[in-house]
């Protein structure tokens, strides 16, 4: 039963949050964006966690396909959520994003790639292939974070 949850919490965050990230900012103030891209990021951390739980529990990783895929679509659609005007001090973003903006849009890229690769791994159905791309796709987020976001 707490498989098949994990199953349906990884399955239906994030394609929610890949929507969340694809909808056009335009017309929202700058706190709304703030909050949109912290609720997109909260519902793709739960439902990264959701995968790696899903498949320690011994889980058909090609049921993780959609999700892995969704992943990718939220990293390629991130630089996007950080417009101008968007480093308010709620915001744990730092200046860096803005200022070093192809440096930004590189992690993005490569967090999308190790995505895509997870995808892969989980059409494949190797468990352990998926833990290790799992493993990639996890250093791709703190390298991001690492530069581009202010610690908790």
Excluded at 50 to 62: C, N, P, R, Y
Excluded at 78 to 86: E, I, Y
Excluded at 138 to 152: E, F, G, I, V, W
Aim: include cysteine.
């Amino acid at each position: 039963m707490r498989r098949t949850l994990l199953l349906v919490a990884a399955q239906v965050a994030i394609p929610l949050t890949a929507a969340l990230a694809q909808a056009p900012a335009a017309g929202l103030t700058p706190g709304e964006i703030v909050a949109a891209r912290q609720t997109g990021f909260a519902q793709s951390r739960g439902s990264f966690l959701a995968m790696k739980a899903a498949a320690e529990a011994g889980a058909d990783v090609k049921q993780l396909v959609a999700p892995a895929r969704s992943l990718g679509r939220w990293a390629r659609t991130l630089p996007s959520l950080f417009p101008a005007d968007t480093d308010l001090p709620n915001s744990k973003a730092l200046p860096a994003v803005w200022s070093d903006r192809p440096g930004f849009e590189a992690r993005a890229a490569a967090y999308d790639a190790a995505a895509r690769q997870l995808a892969d791994a989980a059409q494949s159905g190797d468990r352990a292939a998926f833990l290790t791309r799992w493993g990639e796709v996890a250093a791709a987020c703190s390298a991001c974070h690492d530069s581009y976001r202010s610690p908790d």
